[in-house]
């Protein structure tokens, strides 16, 4: 089984998990990123990002409305969230939001 970012021992998170942990990226100042990949291998680091428009009030919310767009464009795809930390030009944490339908 192959396994991804920070909770890939867990079982898939829940719609409303993925709130919580939106919430709690927002809340330490990281920038929300979506990205997604055909078939993702170990040796790709580089997943496509998903393009987030410019928007002035940012919440988990928003965020849940952007991953459930490109869950919905890209259904064969592994989707995951990102945490970006401006500060410490790094990612706090990343996991996957939704497997590829063949996949479930």
């Not at 170990?42 to 928003?62: C, F, G, L, N, Q």
């Not at 767009?69 to 410490?88: E, I, Q």
Request: charged fraction near 20%; aromatic fraction near 14%.
């Amino acid at each position: 089984m192959r396994r991804f970012e920070t909770f890939s021992f867990l079982p898939p998170l829940t719609s409303n998990q993925v709130h919580m942990q939106a919430q709690d990226m927002l809340g330490k100042g990281q920038v929300p990123m979506i990205e997604f990949a055909d078939q993702p291998t170990p040796e790709e680091v580089y997943w496509k990002t998903w393009p987030i428009p410019e928007h002035k009030e940012v919440s988990a919310s928003w965020v849940m409305t952007q991953v459930d767009a490109c869950s919905r464009r890209f259904p064969y795809s592994y989707v995951k969230l990102s945490g970006f930390d401006p500060k410490k030009k790094t990612y706090g944490q990343s996991f996957l939001v939704k497997i590829p339908l063949e996949m479930n």
